[in-house]
């Protein structure tokens, strides 16, 4: 059974600092792309960022040069470091596995995992 376990999410101010942590298990984490995607209230769920099980990134352009997505494998975790957050960052974060390099088409991924929330006050 696959199981997704984000952690990590929290109430933060503007312009400050949180990781996501998302924990993998009944899978082979190696062979999958990951993903980190988002939902706010009334908004559809939108991609954040992608890695490849090469360490290729893919980033939603509003995020570009304030988070970075990374990956260790020995752990199967992949992480979501996010700086310079922004009260329009607030969201259920989720993250994805993805057999192929789907990176934002969200349809693609396979396994989901339950979201972690993030609220940034302005």
């Known amino acids: 059974q696959v199981q997704l376990v984000e952690s990590g999410g929290g109430l933060v101010q503007a312009g400050g600092s949180l990781r996501l942590s998302c924990a993998a298990s009944?899978?082979?984490?190696?062979?999958?792309?990951m993903g980190w995607f988002r939902q706010a209230p009334g908004k559809e769920r939108e991609f954040v960022a992608a890695?490849?099980?090469?360490?290729?990134?893919y980033y939603k352009d509003s995020v570009k040069g304030r988070f970075t997505i990374s990956r260790d494998n020995a752990k199967n975790t992949v992480y979501l470091q996010m700086n310079m957050l922004k009260p329009e960052d607030t969201a259920v974060y989720y993250c994805?596995?993805?057999?192929?390099?789907?990176?934002?088409?969200?349809?693609?991924?396979?396994?989901w995992g339950q979201g972690t929330q993030v609220t940034v006050s302005s």
């Open positions: 009944g899978l082979t984490f190696g062979n999958y792309a």
């Open positions: 890695i490849s099980w090469l360490d290729n990134t």
């Open positions: 994805a596995a993805d057999r192929t390099w789907s990176r934002l088409k969200k349809d693609e991924y396979e396994y």
